[in-house]
């Protein structure tokens, strides 16, 4: 890795106009995405303004009734958190299910949905790629594309957005809360990620020299019969293949709501908007699962090698949305 | 707050304290704390095995927690509590841990150990502690020590290859050190199933 130079930052203030005086500088969390980037050169930044010790650790309930995350939050503490595991089981459960337990730790909840794509060509520098150097190609297009995206591709990017902890924030209506130059803003998390287009180089709407402070999690209190079906290559410690995050609420045996986000399938975490309102009024029964199923991937577009993941991403569906009516037992 | 600023890209100073020690070094920062450990502090017990969090092998504490060290960078570790595979043993007594690997066959070539070892004090803590892992069944209702079922300890410990696969010694080291009655030794089993 080239070298740079380090500091600390003071405040979120402080943070945020040291980078707006540097544009190649960059945020350091709990580095282990960054330090991993940095060691196959995809970042080159001068400098790293480490946030780590910021005061943004804090889980805090909010007078609505929902939950503010700091951003530095760990993963770990996140998962262990008694209101998370009562309120939000499928956040618990889709942080747990990723990386490791050492990963977790240090892994904070701001670097986590700032976490770059895992496409081994965008991991490796000997191959062109338009997310590393717009313009250069993509081979993944043409190349071994199994782990690649089924839905919201561009011909200029097929990859997919790595994080397990982001489908369940996108199907809780998360809201990413940032502090720029210009000020607070907040983001809500389906306009955070971005779908890559022509510009597969920009994951996000963040712009460079802003902080994420803090994840507002609103009430959702059907949430609590929500579940995680996490597939993937090997039991543990891997990425997903799909990955689905859900939650029913019944009314009796008619579905009254619903939250259905996919993961392993797109360049952002995917909420699958089209299906939930399929389901609102239906009975809750299999055949209405396995529609809303057929409805969440009909514009799928497989590639050469990841078609499997279009039936896999179905009965994932299908089965998530069954468990969580049931009242979310895994 | 103390502000550590290098404006030149160049070595820093920065002070970190290892197994109850502290030690003063100039390093650059973008030198990771394995590679600090290994390299400027003669502390060769944590290994390299893959560099980038994918295997286990460089695992040490920082705070009480088990950390990869391949992807922490030393410039950021001032001020915390650093144990390593060196820090564990008592004079010339063993860790439990490190004793109960011993005694289940924990491990081959010994790669991976230093990074087994230290992940299992911790995952011994964190059961303690009431963490809950993604196989748990009930997560308001985590397992005690005495009940962490295989399936438990083989999540919890997944991020920690054993290119050697001495998973099942590892895993009976873990079931002893949880009072728990690991099953007979490997070879033994094999013994017994021999046809006649
Ligand atoms: C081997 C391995 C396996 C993994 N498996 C999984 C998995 O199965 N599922 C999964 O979801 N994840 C997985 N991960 C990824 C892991 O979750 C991320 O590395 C982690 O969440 C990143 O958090 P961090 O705090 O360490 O981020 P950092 O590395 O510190 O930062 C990541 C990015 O975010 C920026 N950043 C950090 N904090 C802020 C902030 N507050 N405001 C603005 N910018 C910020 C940094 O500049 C950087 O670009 C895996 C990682 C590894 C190495
Ligand atoms: S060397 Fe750190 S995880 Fe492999
Ligand atoms: S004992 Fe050889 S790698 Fe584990």
Redesign the interface.
């Known amino acids: 890795?080239?070298?740079?130079?380090?500091?600390?930052a003071?405040s979120v203030q402080n943070a945020v106009q040291r980078a707006s005086t540097d544009k190649n500088a960059m945020f350091?969390a709990g580095?282990?995405n960054l330090?991993?980037r940095?060691?196959v050169f995809l970042d080159e930044p001068s400098q790293?303004i480490?946030v780590?010790?910021l005061e943004m650790k804090q889980l805090e309930p909010l007078a609505s009734g929902g939950l503010r995350i700091g951003s530095l939050v760990t993963n770990?503490a996140l998962?262990?958190a008694?209101e998370v595991?009562?309120n939000y089981?499928m956040l618990?459960?889709a942080i747990?299910?990723g990386?490791?337990?050492?990963?977790r730790?240090?892994a904070t909840v701001g670097g986590n949905i700032l976490q770059r794509t895992r496409c081994p060509y965008y991991y490796d520098t000997a191959f062109p790629c338009n997310k590393r150097e717009p313009d250069s190609g993509c081979p993944a297009l043409t190349g071994i594309n199994r782990t690649h995206a089924l839905l919201g591709a561009s011909d200029q990017c097929v990859a997919v957005h790595p994080s397990d902890m982001c489908v369940a924030l996108a199907a809780l209506d998360a809201v990413v809360e940032v502090t720029g130059p210009k000020g607070k803003r907040q983001i809500p998390f389906g306009d955070f990620h971005r779908l890559p287009g022509n510009t597969p180089e920009r994951d996000t709407n963040l712009e460079p020299e802003e902080l994420i402070t803090a994840i507002l999690l609103p009430p959702l209190p059907f949430a609590k019969s929500g579940v995680y079906l996490?597939l993937r290559d090997r039991?543990?410690?891997a990425f997903a293949l799909i990955s689905v995050a859900a939650a029913v609420d019944l009314a009796e045996e008619q579905i009254k709501d619903v939250r259905l986000a996919i993961g392993g399938v797109a360049h952002k975490p995917w909420r699958s908007q089209e299906a939930e309102q399929f389901l609102i009024g239906k009975a809750a029964n299999a055949a209405t699962f396995e529609e809303a199923a057929k409805i969440a991937l009909q514009s799928a577009k497989p590639l050469a090698h990841n078609r499997f993941k279009v039936e896999l991403a179905k009965r994932a569906i299908k089965r998530s949305l069954m468990l969580s009516a049931a009242g979310g037992?895994? | 707050?103390?502000?550590?600023?290098?404006?030149?890209?160049?070595a820093?100073a920065v002070t970190l304290n290892v197994n109850g020690k502290k030690r003063s070094l100039a390093i650059?920062?973008?030198v990771?704390l394995l590679d600090t450990l290994r390299e400027h502090l003669g502390l060769t017990g944590s290994k390299k095995g893959c560099?980038?969090?994918q295997c286990?092998a460089c695992?040490v504490l920082v705070d009480g927690?088990?950390?990869?060290s391949c992807?922490?960078?030393a410039?950021?570790q001032e001020g915390k509590e650093i144990v390593t595979i060196e820090g564990l043993a008592k004079d010339d007594v063993l860790h439990p841990v490190q004793a109960a690997f011993i005694d289940n066959d924990g491990l081959q070539c010994g790669y991976c150990t230093p990074g087994q070892i230290c992940?299992t004090v911790?995952?011994l803590d964190?059961v303690k502690q009431?963490?809950?892992?993604?196989i748990t069944?009930n997560?308001?209702h985590p397992p005690q020590l005495a009940e962490l079922s295989e399936a438990e300890i083989?999540?919890?410990l997944?991020?920690?290859l054993c290119r050697c696969s001495a998973y099942n010694g590892i895993v009976a080291a873990v079931q002893q050190l949880v009072g728990q009655t690991p099953p007979s030794a490997a070879a033994d089993v094999m013994v017994k199933e021999m046809p006649a």
């Open positions: 890795m080239n070298n740079f130079s380090y500091s600390r003071t350091i580095g282990t330090v991993d940095l060691k790293l480490d780590s010790r770990t998962a262990d008694p595991r009562r089981p618990a459960r747990l299910s990386a490791s337990q050492q990963i730790n240090v996490k039991a543990s410690y037992v895994v | 707050m103390e502000v550590t600023q290098s404006t030149v890209s160049g820093v650059e920062p973008r990771t560099d980038h969090g286990g695992t927690q088990r950390v990869y992807l922490a960078l410039v950021m992940a911790a995952l964190e009431g963490s809950s892992s993604a069944p997560l308001e083989k999540e919890r997944s991020g920690n």
